[in-house]
């Protein structure tokens, strides 16, 4: 999913004219912020592309040169670009105060998840890192949630100026706290 989304985010963006396939009321968002979108569109896809690949153990144990040089891509380009972008773009989301207050958590987490991960490895802690960046890739996958919760506003009806910032929360929120309790479940489970 992450590769088709990325796929996707090129297509819709280099090919098409910006903002024809969101919703109306948020084109005219997207075309007074052209650089925040394209920088946030085509950074975050980058992560989407190369984070799948960092999970490969057998990547980290035969080429483990690759594994750290994606690694640096993924968080200097993705994550840290692609989050920049995502904070300004928070400001702007259609949406109002729930749209602004979730898609700029989500990038403030995005963003200090990336920094946590960077600076545990740097420090030698493999464990934290591993720890830190399952909680950084389950907010990157909030742009596949994302893609799956907007066409059901569609399918069932609802008003897209009301789903929009209940979206705005559930495309990453469930992500992380799946995440953490992955990592902090009772050991019977």
């Not at 750290?68 to 928070?90: E, N």
């Not at 105060?97 to 490895?121: D, E, K, P, Q």
């Not at 893609?147 to 992380?176: E, H, K």
Request: aromatic share 14%; net charge positive.
């Amino acid at each position: 999913m992450c590769v088709g989304i990325a796929g996707y985010a090129f297509i819709a963006y280099a090919a098409l004219p910006l903002g024809s396939l969101v919703h109306p009321d948020m084109k005219t968002n997207f075309e007074n912020h052209k650089l925040m979108v394209y920088l946030h569109i085509f950074a975050s896809s980058i992560a989407l592309l190369i984070g799948p690949l960092q999970f490969s153990k057998k990547l980290r144990a035969s080429k483990p040169r690759l594994h750290r040089t994606l690694g640096k891509i993924y968080l200097c380009v993705g994550v840290l670009l692609g989050g920049v972008a995502g904070l300004l773009m928070a400001v702007f989301a259609y949406g109002g105060l729930g749209s602004n207050l979730g898609f700029g958590i989500l990038a403030v987490l995005w963003l200090y998840t990336g920094a946590r991960a960077y600076w545990a490895i740097r420090h030698g802690d493999v464990l934290a890192h591993q720890r830190w960046m399952i909680r950084n890739f389950s907010l990157t996958l909030a742009a596949v949630s994302l893609r799956i919760y907007l066409p059901l506003t569609l399918v069932f009806g609802w008003p897209f100026d009301i789903a929009y910032p209940i979206i705005s929360w559930l495309c990453w929120l469930p992500n992380l706290l799946l995440a953490e309790w992955i990592y902090n479940r009772p050991a019977s489970v």
